[in-house]
């Protein structure tokens, strides 16, 4: 017979190998320890920034709302932040611009540059990815499963969406970049995820935002580092129409805080009737002259002709921001957006440098009186 203190023995020996396990869980790092590793992750995301190395991108586009759907590519050659070849076609909008240092080369098919546009640049970082943001705080430390794999999760303490950041629990690099918010009557919520490595770089290869009025989708396709280029890659394009241009403008004075005064305040409220504020929106296009006048406004989503009309008189009157490059003021782009409780203006000269807009408003270089957001609602680049 053997002895009975054998049982026992082993379910001691079960319970130190079950406590061996557990203690060789590593323990999830501190908020402060967080903050640097999402730092460390988001300072690899340098693709289009001073010292990314060249690439060229190709990614697919898709967009879709209640009134239908389009899709598109973007293709983007990259030699630095003063020179690059963007081709962008989303249904029958289409647009190449090349960029050659003090010169920006557009050849589009419509008047001005597209929402679209506008919006997949944002979502995308590019042409010309805005500064990292840095020092951010972490309200939650946790592991999650992203795609099947371990996650080191990180809960950001952001004043305007809920946003989470995902690492890698070894290597520490970012695997997912998510955030939720609210623009006033609607819902929101974008993510990053499938990232790669190119060069010393990071990028996704899947970024969706959406809504529930809308979607804007993109999947890289091909993105590899591009040693040298075709010559005359960056040749203006055949029609091209050619401005003033530099990667980094300054921008010098404030827009006009809107709603400013009441004239404004019954355009808006003639423009829909017995309407909620919350439950309105109209965006304009803007161009802007080097004295900080508007020199044209186009609606984007506008009220209706006499509406439009007086807002384009309106603006006449107002004086914008001078944007320079070296010391030479330069005529620019801006979206104008009203509605759903906000007005803003956000300068899209810089051609992809949204985040950095955003800041510009947040630092009182663009203002408003009302909350902030930005032309598609996306609240702010999250990478």
């Known amino acids: 017979m053997r002895p009975m203190f054998g049982i026992g023995a082993l379910a001691v020996a079960a319970a130190l190998v079950g406590q061996t396990v557990r203690s060789a869980t590593p323990p999830l790092p501190s908020k402060k320890e967080m903050a640097a590793i999402v730092d460390r992750a988001y300072g690899k995301l340098s693709l289009a920034r001073e010292g990314s190395p060249q690439f060229h991108l190709l990614a697919r586009l898709h967009y879709a709302d ?50 679209g546009q506008v919006t997949f640049r944002s979502l995308m970082n590019l042409p010309i990815a805005p500064a990292l943001r840095t020092n ?109 241009w530099c990667p980094d403008p300054v921008v010098k004075g404030a827009s006009p805080a809107l709603p400013p005064d009441e004239a404004l305040e019954a355009l808006l409220l003639r423009a829909r009737p017995g309407q909620s504020m919350r439950a309105t929106s109209w965006s304009y296009l803007l161009v802007v002259g080097p004295n900080g006048r508007v020199e044209q406004s186009t609606p984007v989503y506008g009220a209706d002709n006499e509406i439009d009309s007086e807002f384009s008189q309106y603006f006449e009157k107002q004086h914008f921001p001078q944007v320079t490059c070296g010391h030479s003021p330069i005529r620019y782009e801006m979206i104008f957006n009203f509605g759903g409780n906000f007005s803003t203006g956000t300068h899209i000269s810089g051609r992809g440098d949204w985040a950095r807009s955003i800041d510009e408003v947040r630092a009182g270089q663009f203002q408003s009186s009302l909350e ?4 598609a609602g996306l609240g702010k680049a999250t990478w």
Not at 216 to 242: I, K, N, W
């Open 136 to 244: 951010r705080k972490v309200d939650k430390v946790r592991s999650a499963t992203i795609g099947g794999s371990e996650a080191l999760c990180a809960d950001l303490d952001d004043p305007d969406v809920k946003r989470t950041v995902c690492v890698d629990p070894a290597t520490h690099e970012i695997v997912s970049d998510r955030f939720d918010g609210n623009n006033a009557d609607r819902s929101f919520s974008s993510e990053a995820s499938n990232f790669v490595d190119i060069g010393s770089a990071r990028y996704p290869q899947q970024i969706l935002w959406k809504s529930s009025r809308q979607l804007f989708s993109v999947t890289v396709v091909s993105l590899e580092v591009a040693p040298s280029f075709a010559p005359g890659e960056f040749s203006p394009p055949s029609g091209a129409v050619a401005d003033d």
């Open 372 to 375: 902030v957001v930005d032309v």
């Open 66 to 115: 209640g009134a239908g759907a389009a899709d598109g590519t973007y293709e983007l050659f990259w030699s630095r932040r003063g020179q690059y070849r963007e081709m962008f076609r989303l249904g029958p909008a289409g647009q190449v611009e090349v960029a050659a240092d003090t010169k920006r080369y557009d050849a589009r098919n419509t008047p001005f540059i597209s929402l």
